[in-house]
């Protein structure tokens, strides 16, 4: 099991930056890839980004391509999103998961399998 849990979120203005952190614990040597995902008012949960332990190149949703950008501290097992020029339609809850290690051809919501409690982005005029 591994065990994630989200900080950072916040209300920012539209255009602003905000920082989210994912902190993994647990039987994290059996995670292939950490990704992030949201759930605005209304919506469906969406893919947002992802990225492997491994290393390799993060995957973005095309909605944030460019203003979204992943980092990683291994030593601390600690994913974090940087999200710039942030848009009204940003505004969601965003959660981090993780996938076990295996061949997938994307990146589904079902295929993690652990999902961190999620942490609140609000951006507004």
């Known amino acids: 099991q591994v065990y994630l849990r989200e900080s950072g979120g916040g209300s920012v203005q539209v255009g602003g930056s905000l920082t989210l952190a994912c902190a993994t614990s647990?039987?994290?040597?059996?995670?292939?890839?950490l990704g992030w995902f949201r759930q605005g008012p209304g919506k469906e949960r969406e893919f947002v980004a992802a990225?492997?332990?491994?290393?390799?190149?993060?995957f973005y949703a095309d909605s944030v391509k460019g203003r979204f950008t992943l980092t990683k501290d291994n030593a601390k097992n600690t994913v974090f999103l940087h999200m710039n020029n942030l848009k009204f339609e940003d505004t969601a809850v965003y959660y981090c998961?993780?996938?076990?290690?295996?061949?997938?051809?994307?990146?589904?919501?079902?295929?993690?399998?652990?999902w961190g409690r999620g942490t609140q982005v609000t951006v507004s005029s």
């Open positions: 647990g039987r994290t040597a059996d995670s292939g890839a």
């Open positions: 998961a993780a996938r076990p290690k295996g061949f997938y051809t994307d990146y589904s919501a079902t295929d993690f399998g652990s």
């Open positions: 990225l492997h332990w491994n290393g390799g190149s993060p």
